[in-house]
T-cell receptor, first 114, second 113 residues
Framework: GAVVSQHPSWVICKSGTSVKIECRSL??????MFWYRQFPKQSLMLMAT?????????EQGVEKDKFLINHASLTLSTLTVTSAHPEDSSFYIC??????????FGPGTRLTVL | DQQVKQNSPSLSVQEGRISILNCDYT??????FLWYKKYPAEGPTFLIS?????DKNEDGRFTVFLNKSAKHLSLHIVPSQPGDSAVYFC????????????FGTGTRLTIIP
């Protein structure tokens, strides 16, 4: 199957700082990438959908100015959590979809904001 | 509003027996359903899917059943193996393609050797 990587796999930061998470499709071109967030013992919640070269579409309740998404190429999307606070601590997972319309998930990034 | 529900947070099954994981949904617009397997600190891995035009799909040890009238689907794993121990998520979308997935809350399956 297709491979999707995320970097970093975990990050600890101070409150008020910004954190960037990268999502890469390693062996296919991803026309669409999705960003999810999972709180402990809860479901994966879709945050936003991004298509290469266009603005991301955010789900209701997700602040676009706080969670900046860039999908500048067919193999890379980035999620920047701006001015992170402890309540932003979560497991962030991306997925990528290419020509076969199947979503392949990355391994996730554990964000802890102190 | 949880549109996809997995009412059993955990399930323990003896090795070699059948594991049955259940999922219910409320949105009648969903017409494509997927099951994912997830290990801790990893992303979900696709297992099997089913379109609403079918009521059963089989792939090796995994079979998914869909009951549209009851808005219910289930995943059967037989025979269960220790490597099947993981969290299983069902997910639904309104179409096959680049559409958003709505996930259930997951069921932790433990296979007892």
């Amino acid at each position: 199957g297709a491979v999707v990587s995320q970097h970093p796999s975990w990050v600890i930061c101070k409150s008020g700082t910004s954190v960037k998470i990268e999502c890469r499709s390693l062996d296919f071109q991803a026309t669409t990438m999705f960003w999810y967030r999972q709180f402990p013992k809860q479901s994966l919640m879709l945050m936003a959908t991004s298509n290469e070269g266009s603005k991301a579409t955010y789900e209701q309740g997700v602040e676009k100015d706080k969670f900046l998404i860039n999908h500048a190429s067919l193999t890379l999307s980035t999620l920047t959590v701006t001015s992170a606070h402890p309540e932003d601590s979560s497991f962030y997972i991306c997925s990528a979809s290419g020509s076969y319309n199947e979503q392949f998930f990355g391994p996730g990034t554990r964000l802890t904001v102190l | 509003d949880q549109q996809v529900k997995q009412n059993s947070p955990s399930l323990s099954v003896q090795e070699g027996r059948i594991s049955i994981l259940n999922c219910d949904y409320t949105n009648s617009m969903f017409d494509y359903f997927l099951w994912y397997k997830k290990y801790p600190a990893e992303g979900p891995t696709f297992l099997i899917s089913i379109s609403s035009i079918k009521d059963k799909n089989e792939d090796g040890r995994f079979t998914v059943f869909l009951n549209k009238s009851a808005k219910h689907l289930s995943l059967h794993i037989v025979p269960s193996q220790p490597g099947d121990s993981a969290v299983y998520f069902c997910a639904a979308s309104v179409s096959f393609g680049n559409e958003k997935l709505t996930f259930g809350t997951g069921t932790r399956l433990t296979i007892i050797p």
